[in-house]
């Protein structure tokens, strides 16, 4: 069976963001938290999903910025 919940640390290695990006993530609602018995866990399905709705296309180089290869 997968496991669906992670905690802090476990998110902060899923990602590689460290643990206090999550907490400040949480604290401004970025992402949603379950707190249960003093332990916060994160669905990895809703953290997916969050991760993907972040990634945006690089924009292409204009101008004199321009390298040729």
Request: glycine share 8%; proline share 3%.
């Amino acid at each position: 069976m997968d496991k669906r919940w992670l905690n802090i640390s476990e998110a902060s290695e899923y990602t590689g963001f460290s643990v206090a990006t999550f907490y400040a993530w949480i604290s401004q609602k970025k992402i949603r938290a379950s707190r249960r018995g003093g332990r916060v866990r994160i669905d990895i399905r809703k953290l997916d999903q969050f991760m993907q709705e972040g990634e945006k296309e690089l924009p292409k180089p204009r101008g004199k910025n321009k390298r040729k290869a």
